[in-house]
């Protein structure tokens, strides 16, 4: 592995070259690439904690997800099937609700939930309840995600989610939701299950749900 702490460097320095050189340099070496991955999560971890705090913005914030985005794409290709399988964890649906176009937030959460061990399937944008309903079958995901940056797009949310009841998936399904236009009242009156419109909270909030389920052996 990379010199320790040259990683986690890179990412709280925001070095993006820094970072994608250290983990190309010690994959192509042999290092362990789920350790190298898990590494760079613990980095994005802690940015967003930073950002929590304060200490770090939202230019740094969605700064460090494109530096993961670059260094998970150099350790994906090292990974065997047998760590990819450990790799995986809870299925998150994740997409811009119908009649909404906007997905700078959206993208911004799918990289940070893919850092810390989500499995997300992203259906982008302008998404029709019955495509969440069908992916979430398909993928028999734990998690749905709406997000939505214009008022009109609460609608197509609660459409979503009545349908998710006629289909009997809701009471195993966490939905969350966000975006510009998202809040407690609209969680409330769309039927979600949470709002947020912090990334990092977004992350804790599907860690709880996973680490309340039955049958939980694993934190994201």
């Given amino acids: 592995m990379a010199p320790e702490g040259k990683v986690r460097e890179a990412f709280l320095g925001m070095k993006r070259q820094d970072a994608i050189e250290l983990v190309e340099s010690e994959v192509r070496s042999g290092a362990d690439p789920l350790s190298l991955l898990n ?41 065997t099937s ?69 008022t009109p797009a609460l609608v197509s949310m609660g459409e979503t989610i009545s349908l998710l009841a006629e289909e009997g998936l809701r009471k195993d399904t966490f939905v969350l939701i966000g975006g510009g236009v998202t809040t407690e009242f609209a969680r409330r009156k769309v039927g979600a299950d949470a709002q947020t419109l912090d990334p990092a909270e977004a992350i804790r909030l599907c860690r709880q749900y996973v680490q309340g389920r039955p049958g939980h052996n694993r934190c994201c």
């Fill in 39 to 79: 590494e760079c999560r613990e980095a994005m971890e802690e940015v967003g904690k930073r950002f929590e705090t304060g200490e770090f913005f939202l230019s740094e914030l969605i700064y460090s997800a494109e530096v993961f985005k670059a260094v998970n794409a150099i350790v994906q290709p090292f990974l």
């Fill in 82 to 150: 047998d760590q990819v399988a450990e790799d995986s964890q809870v299925g998150v649906v994740f997409g811009t609700a119908r009649g909404d176009i906007h997905d700078l937030g959206k993208n911004l959460v799918v990289t940070m939930m893919r850092a810390q061990g989500f499995t997300v399937y992203d259906l982008g944008v302008d998404v029709a309840p019955e495509r969440f309903i069908r992916e979430l079958k398909e993928a028999a995901a734990a998690i749905l995600a709406i997000s939505a940056l214009i």
